[in-house]
């Protein structure tokens, strides 16, 4: 039973967003933790971090069999949930997704500091594209806003070298034509509106884009 609770668990949340079917929530209605045994599962709940890595033990040791059947439905409930509430955000244009990345911005422009700043406060950090579907994700914002935005790379010490925002040098580029051009007086990044990258002075008012 535990083995299998395990799995079953692992089996919920490993299934993504995209391939959870609208409607095949089985437990219907409003996010609740129910009856006697879901306030039992809730204050359990604290202690709910599976170790990372490799480690295939049972997810709560020690905990009864029916709680782990219980603590089961209870996640695929807020899987299920969570999926619908990324599909409103996402249909009412207020984020953009790449894999697990969520992009987002509130519609300000403003300096890079600023932008870096909001966006931290907000509990991320600015949009910094890794692959051309994070990229593509970023430019979806820029362009509903119809405006630059300032990107999480700068140039770091040596001129012509950008790196992101926590000092790794990049593993993907998308320069625009004969850019970086500023060879050390455009020590930051904005994305034009087909997604191409410039490196740019700091100071400008830039859309800030977020992600989470
Ligand atoms: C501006 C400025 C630069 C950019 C060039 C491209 C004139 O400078 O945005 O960063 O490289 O335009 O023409
Ligand atoms: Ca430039």
Redesign the pocket.
């Known amino acids: 039973m535990f083995l299998y609770s395990s799995y079953m668990l692992t089996a919920a949340l490993l299934v993504t967003c995209h391939a959870l079917h609208p409607g095949n929530n089985e437990i219907s209605g409003i996010l609740r933790l129910p009856g006697r045994v879901g306030q039992e599962v809730q204050s359990h709940l604290l202690g709910l971090v599976r170790p990372p890595g490799r480690d295939r033990r049972p997810w709560l040791p020690g905990l009864p069999d029916f709680l782990n059947t219980e603590l089961h439905k209870i996640l695929v409930h807020l899987k299920n949930r969570l999926c619908r509430l990324e599909r409103v955000l996402v249909f009412r244009g207020k984020i953009s997704k790449a894999g697990e990345k969520i992009f987002a911005s509130n519609g300000k422009q403003v300096d890079f500091a600023a932008a870096l700043g909001s966006c931290e406060e907000a509990g991320g950090t600015l949009a910094t594209p890794r692959n051309e579907a994070e990229n593509k994700a970023i430019l979806d914002i820029v362009k509903q806003y119809k405006r630059y935005a300032y990107l999480g790379i700068k140039e770091g010490e040596t001129s012509g070298r950008f790196k992101y925002i926590n000092g790794m040098p990049l593993n993907y580029t998308k320069w625009h034509r ?2 970086p ?2 060879r050390g007086s ?1 020590k930051c990044v904005e994305m034009y509106l087909d997604g191409s990258w ?3 002075r700091c100071h400008m008012d830039r859309l800030t884009v977020c992600e989470f």
């Open positions: 004969y850019e051009n500023g455009e410039n490196d740019k």
